[in-house]
């Protein structure tokens, strides 16, 4: 290999981890979360708090799980309340990690959970690489 493919080379993974680092810049989990979920919005209703302003509570299905001290399992519906100034909920079918903590309000039944903080706790999922959707295809007669 020449010294000019060898820079050339060293440039391009530079700029790739540099790349997947600024990616990944506000990804960082609230300090305070016990519990990180990927999650699907199945449904949202925001009301007026008490103390906080507006409050959404989210009905999600648990899609996977990146660290859960309380054992939810995937498949499993939870119930995730939001606070904050916003009165703006998301959208049904939204996927993205959930920075929660055992709700202490919580009443009933179920897996009840609120936001680990009022911002950068319901992050929506960067898009995947195309790698992500790759299949196989059937092999050829030749091969």
Known sequence: MSV??????????TLGVFAIGCGQAGAVPPPDAA????????????SQGKEEGL???YR???LSILRSPSGVKPG????V??????SEALERGW??????????EASGSGRQFVV???RGSLVELPPGPPSATWTREAPTSGQ
């Open 95 to 104: 996927i993205g990690n959930a920075y929660v903590n055992p709700d202490p």
């Open 116 to 118: 680990a903080a009022d």
């Open 4 to 13: 000019t493919g060898s820079i050339r080379y060293a440039t391009i993974a």
């Open 55 to 57: 409050s959404t509570l």
């Open 60 to 62: 999600m299905e648990v």
């Open 81 to 86: 309340r939001a606070y904050g100034p916003s």
């Open 76 to 79: 499993e519906i939870v119930t």
């Open 35 to 46: 519990e990180v979920l990927e999650v699907k919005v199945l449904e949202a209703e925001v």
